[in-house]
Nanobody, 121 residues
C-alpha cells in the first residue's frame, strides 16, 4: 500500500515563505511524476507545480518566479518552496504522485491528505 504524507503547511504573513514536503511510502519501484495541487474555498482544485522523475518541471503562471518544486527520487519525496506568498495563495495544498509503480507491478495514482496554507494580509 502506498501512502503520501504531507507536512509544512501553516499560517504566514504576506511576503513570507513556507516549505511543503510530501513523502511517499510503501512498496514503490518508480514514480513518474509528483506534484502539488491546491484548492481554495469555492474554487476548483488546480495544479500548482509538478516535476517528473527526470526533473522536468512546470508551474501554474500565478506562482512562477515565487515557488520552486524539487524532488528527491531516492527518498520518494517532493518539496515545494513557496516564497513571496500572497493572500491569494491561501488554500489546501495536496500532494499527488502520478503513475506509481509498485514492486508487484501495480500502477496507480495517489493523493495526500492535504495541508492548509493560510497567508494573511
Amino acid at each position: 500500500q502506498v501512502q503520501l504524507v504531507e507536512s509544512g503547511g501553516g499560517l504566514v504573513q504576506a511576503g513570507g515563505s513556507l516549505r511543503l514536503s510530501c513523502a511517499a511510502s510503501g512498496s514503490i519501484s518508480f514514480i513518474n511524476s509528483m506534484g502539488w495541487y491546491r484548492q481554495a474555498p469555492g474554487k476548483q482544485r488546480e495544479l500548482v507545480a509538478a516535476i517528473t522523475s527526470e526533473g522536468r518541471t512546470n508551474y501554474v503562471d500565478s506562482v512562477k518566479g515565487r515557488f520552486t518544486i524539487s524532488r528527491d527520487n531516492a527518498k520518494n519525496t517532493v518539496y515545494l518552496q513557496m516564497n513571496s506568498l500572497k493572500p491569494e495563495d491561501t488554500a489546501v495544498y495536496y500532494c499527488n504522485a502520478d503513475r506509481v509503480v509498485t514492486y508487484k507491478g501495480d500502477i496507480d495514482d495517489y493523493w495526500g491528505q492535504g495541508t492548509q496554507v493560510t497567508v494573511s494580509s
